[in-house]
């Protein structure tokens, strides 16, 4: 089982200097290899042909008569004549370099993929300024981490061949066996993640619980059992700050220093704010996998569309009140990647831990009475849910319900609680 694990590096200057140096020509090698396969996608189309043992769909490239894919195997030869063009490629490590034209090759595959399920797709995008963030060593050459005992403290140095050393935060312990690492540039700091490779976790005790989980505005999730998870208080500090920054950031003039440093001053909020999402989300998923045997949310994806009203925007971009986010108060786009990160975090933890994970059809799952099944049409801004039956209960609560309902009629028997049910 794959398992990462992010720390913050301390680079010096000059480190950090190498850093940003490697990022940039990371992004040139990304952008002249998509140039050169769009060249050819172009001008010859797509077609199928043989790499190895496997059938792969590539776009080929004719030179004099022969057809040759343009393909990952080929651009990696390649490497080798562009770092005879352009000799600072010399410096950096020839995984990276590799691992940087195997991300393009998973972009096109992807693309391909998608062409052939009759989507369509749009074309893979060359990388702007701020859009290449990270690198990669894919196996064990080119770097090395080195640790050492500080009073309590674990204090960590990684190596990075030709770009310098700089300390590691390791606030948690590395664990497994590391695969690749990768750095990465969020804003002005700059992070490692260990991408490791740790045994399966024993699964837990099984549960004879189950739940519906409403996700929701106003609370984080409602539970069928009527137990409700609320958003952290801290979301509204950080939403403040957020929201006086894009103020400011309308003040300063395009294309000026100040606006930049605005900008800056912005996704560090985003940051901080995607952070502390993710640690409390893990903390809220832990306890639900670890108590519940059977976990049934609706599919997000659909909710969206059937539930709240279409987020509205001003000239800025940033998020205006509609009806459903103003209730909680809270910017959607702060809810709206919640609920898919928790859901994520839900189903990984589930599969080590021999949990059940269901996502059912949201459908008037609030409307529906969860105790008689009538329907009973409500706004959304009705928070009660009363049925002429006398069920009398809050309205997610009575949607969380019914979610359950509908994930076990999913699943089956293949639960182990539906034998002692
Ligand atoms: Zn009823």
Redesign the pocket.
Same mark, same amino acid.
């Given at each position: 089982m794959k398992k990462a694990f992010k720390y913050r590096l301390y680079p010096d200057t000059a480190t950090e200097k190498q850093l940003s140096w490697t990022l940039t020509r990371c992004r040139e090698l990304y952008n002249a290899a998509l140039a050169e396969r769009k060249d050819a996608y172009q001008q010859y189309g797509r077609v199928t042909v043989m790499q190895g043992s496997e059938r792969v769909v590539a776009a080929m490239m004719v030179t004099g008569r022969q057809i040759r894919p343009m393909s990952f195997y080929r651009q990696k030869r390649d490497l080798v004549d562009i770092k005879e063009e352009r000799p600072e490629y010399q410096e950096i490590a020839s995984h990276v370099l590799q691992d940087v034209l195997s991300r393009l090759d998973k972009a096109f595959a992807a693309f391909f993929r998608r062409i052939k399920n009759g989507e369509t797709p749009g074309y893979p995008r060359f990388k702007g300024r701020n859009r290449y963030e990270s690198f990669t060593y894919p196996d064990g050459a080119g770097w090395k981490l080195t640790t050492e005992e500080q009073g309590k403290k674990l204090a960590g140095t990684l190596h990075l061949t030709k770009i310098g050393r700089a300390r590691v935060r390791l606030h948690r312990p590395i664990e497994g066996t590391i695969k690749t690492i990768t750095i990465k540039r969020e804003v002005d700091q700059w992070y490692v993640i260990f991408s490791c490779e740790v045994e399966q976790p024993e699964p837990l005790p099984v549960s004879y619980e189950e739940v519906g989980i409403d996700l929701g505005v106003t609370y984080l999730a409602t539970l069928s059992n009527g137990e409700m998870i609320e958003h952290p208080r801290y979301y509204r500090k950080a939403q403040e700050t957020l929201e006086r920054r894009q103020q400011a950031l309308s003040r300063k003039k395009k294309g000026s220093h100040r606006r930049e440093r605005a900008k800056r001053l912005i996704g560090k909020a985003h940051r901080k704010i995607a952070r502390q999402r993710r640690d409390f989300l893990h903390k809220q998923s832990r306890k639900l996998i670890k108590r519940y045997q059977v976990l049934v949310f609706e599919d997000i994806q659909t909710a969206n569309l059937t539930r709240r009203p279409k987020p509205k925007r001003d000239d800025n971009g940033t998020f205006l009140p509609n009806g459903a986010a103003a209730k909680g108060g809270l910017n959607k786009s702060i809810l709206d990647a919640g609920w898919g990160i928790f859901m994520q975090m839900c189903t990984s933890k589930a599969e080590g831990a021999g949990r059940s994970i269901a996502k059912v059809d949201p459908k008037f799952s609030s409307q529906v009475?969860s105790? &008689?099944?009538?329907v009973?049409k409500k706004e959304l801004s009705e928070r009660w849910h009363s &049925?002429?039956?006398?069920?009398e209960l809050d309205r997610d609560v009575n949607a969380a319900i019914n979610i359950l309902a509908r994930g076990k009629r999913v699943l089956g028997g293949k639960h182990p609680t539906s034998a002692t049910a």
């Open positions: 009475c105790n &008689c099944g009538q009973r &049925c002429d039956c006398g069920a």
